[in-house]
């Protein structure tokens, strides 16, 4: 994924291309917890490039430092703000043509889906991020799930039939939840991927030595 961004604020930089790293972070992200929000609509004539954001509760401060640590070429500010029961914490890189275009390729039509020509540049390095944002371990059942209720049926479907079992051997399953809506169960499912007690060991040796220290008990690890 050669893409190639610049910053027209304080001072000329030349162009740059994104590194693998900073790739597999923004993948990994974006099928995760991170987003890429629309620009404002200006007139005719004029647009603002797009920024990466992305928001934790406080207790993962260390772990989107680290992520803002991986993208600082992107210019990225981490603050704290009050939340509802605890301060939370939040990332946003600075406006980059580069983000503009993976806004269009993660979101076609406004809305987040899984982007099946791209995704298969996501490597180990990005799974692991992808597992940091929305994995969790189950410590009775040692198996683990991957939190992909954004997406649709059909994007849960093809990345357990086709993108895990060809990129990472790995063979989820896909598994329906009872929808809600400000945690009041509403009608119809959303849909994550579970991955049985073998599957999830072969995950945990993919994975393990990529995990930030802070979360590997997305792993099954004491931390």
């Avoid at 991986?70 to 500010?77: H, I, N, V």
């Avoid at 580069?98 to 996501?122: A, S």
């Amino acid at each position: 994924m050669a893409l190639t961004g610049y910053h027209t604020g304080m001072g000329p930089n030349p162009p740059f291309a994104l590194n693998s790293g900073e790739i597999q972070v923004l993948l990994g992200s974006l099928l995760g917890d991170g987003s890429i929000p629309a620009p404002p609509v200006l007139p005719p004539g004029r647009h603002h490039n797009c920024w990466f954001s992305e928001g934790h509760c406080i207790a993962q401060e260390a772990y989107l430092r680290w992520k803002a640590t991986q993208l600082r070429r992107l210019g990225p500010q981490v603050r704290t703000r009050p939340g509802r029961s605890s301060n939370v914490i939040s990332l946003r890189t600075r406006r980059w043509p580069m983000l503009t275009e993976l806004r269009g390729i993660f979101y076609p039509q406004g809305k987040k889906i899984v982007p099946k020509d791209k995704i298969w540049e996501l490597g180990l390095e990005g799974l692991a991020v992808w597992w940091m944002d929305d994995g969790s371990y189950h410590q009775q059942h040692r198996n683990g799930r991957l939190c992909t209720q954004g997406f649709t049926k059909e994007d849960n479907r093809w990345l357990a039939e086709h993108f895990f079992p060809k990129q990472f051997g790995l063979e989820p399953r896909v598994t329906p939840v009872r929808r809600r809506i400000k945690g009041v169960v509403s009608g119809g499912f959303n849909f994550y991927l579970w991955f049985s007690k073998g599957e999830t060991k072969k995950l945990v040796e993919l994975l393990k030595s990529l995990i930030h220290p802070t979360l590997r008990y997305k792993l099954g690890f004491a931390t």
